[in-house]
Structures are given as C-alpha cells and as structure tokens.
C-alpha cells in the first residue's frame, strides 16, 4: 500500500500519473482540484481547450480564471457546490458554444475528495464530449428508429416508454443500449436534440422566443428559458444576441 501511495503522488515535474495516462484523450477532459476550486491536476485537453501554453499556465487557478464567460463560471458554480455540499456531480448534461456559435456538448462528472477525518479536501472530474455521430456503433439500428423518431417529433409530448417500445425493447433494456450507443440517458438525448433544434431557431430574428419554446416541446417560454440556462449557462436572449451580432 505504501509503495501505491508513493506511485500517486505528483512527480517532480508536478505531473500525476493519472494525469498523464488522460494526456492522449483528446475528447476528455481531466482535473483535479484543491478545496479553493484551483485546479492542481490537468490532462492537456484542459490545456489545449483554455488556450494556455503550458499546463503551468491552468495550474493554481480556477475554471472562472482559465475559461471566460459562462463556461468558467458555470464550472465554478459547480465546484463551490461539489466542494461546499460534499456530494457527487454525475453525468451532468452541458452544452458550450464554439467560436460560431456552433454547439459542443459533454458530459460532467465530479466527486469530492476526502482526508482521513472524512473532510472533503477538494475534487476530482471529468468532462466527456457527447459524440457528435453514433451511427458507426455495432448497435445502432437497435435504436435507430427511436432515435429517428426523436428527431422528427421533438415537438411532441415524447415518452421513454414509448420510444423504448418502437425499439423493441424494455425501458430498463432501453436505457442501458441509449448508454451504450449515444453515451447519454433517452431523456439527454431527447434534451440534446430539442436545444440543437433550438439553436439553430434562434439564429432566425423572425422568430419569437415563445414560438421557438413551443416548436421544441416546451409548454411555455419559461420552461424552455429555464432548461436552456440549466444546459448552456446562458438565457436563449443572450445566446440569439451573441449569433446575430457576430462579426
């Protein structure tokens, strides 16, 4: 045990073994951080993704001082929770937008870290990328026709049971083979493809933010503007404000 000990400590380059071991995962992101919310760990995904040069550039400041606007805040936001509440953040849903607005979405995972007295002393999380394309999985006609139907119906008041039913399947059977193929729960999925159809609403001015809200299966504007909040950090307003003056 003690000879695993020394293995995970830092090496003196200030690199940790896991931390390393990520650096070839280019769609996932890595930290660890203190109980400040500083980041002390990163795989270069966290380096490459924050612009800095060198890992050394991340490390001893947090997500609201490496990444600007609503996705450093947001990470932040979850990090005084994580920290603060001592319980685990799983698989939450997010989308962040690129340089064009285009839409990026992962998956995030943070659990805080304990001493030997049982004290949270800090955390540990990954952000995964939501694949963009799943039909190359071996399973995939499995689910195409739920997910296919999800895609022309989006609109509509949709069930899992249901969708689990045009794919011939149970809806714990359902669920699991959603996991397996798209990385995300029916109910993620059914999110993702509502706000991308959303997004893309939004770059049309003609449109009213109620209208949109309805034509993406949202009973009124307020739950369509709170669920787009919860996802991208950013009200449906502000995000329509940023695309349309875009240089």
Not at 91 to 101: A, H, Q, T
Request: hydrophobic letters at 40%; one cysteine or more; proline letters at 6%.
């Amino acid at each position: 045990m003690q000879d695993l000990r020394e293995w995970l400590r830092p090496a003196p380059d200030g690199s940790w073994p896991l931390e390393t071991l990520l650096d070839g995962a280019p769609d996932l992101m890595f930290y660890v951080k203190d109980l400040g919310g500083r980041y002390v760990s990163v795989n270069d995904t966290v380096r490459r993704r924050s612009g800095a040069r060198h890992k050394r550039d991340v490390l001893g400041r947090t997500a609201a001082e490496v990444f600007t606007g609503e996705p450093g805040v947001r990470s932040n936001e979850q990090d005084v929770r994580t920290l603060r509440e001592g319980r685990e953040l799983r698989d939450v849903l997010e989308m962040y937008f690129g340089p064009r607005g285009e839409a990026i979405w992962c998956l995030t995972h943070k659990i805080p870290l304990r001493n030997a007295e049982n004290d949270v002393v800090g955390l540990v999380g990954v952000s995964r990328d939501v694949p963009a394309s799943v039909e190359r999985h071996e399973e995939f006609t499995r689910v195409a026709e739920a997910l296919a139907y999800m895609h022309a119906h989006y609109g509509e008041p949709l069930r899992v049971p249901s969708l689990a039913a045009r794919a011939g399947l149970s809806q714990d059977g359902f669920e699991r083979l959603m996991r397996r193929v798209c990385h995300v729960t029916p109910q993620q999925f059914l999110i993702k493809v509502r706000l991308d159809a959303a997004v893309a609403l939004l770059r049309d001015p003609g449109r009213s933010i109620s209208d949109i809200a309805h034509s993406c299966g949202y009973t009124d504007h307020s739950a369509f503007a709170r669920k787009f909040r919860a996802v991208t950090g950013i009200t449906p307003q502000a995000y329509r404000a940023r695309v349309l003056n875009a240089p």
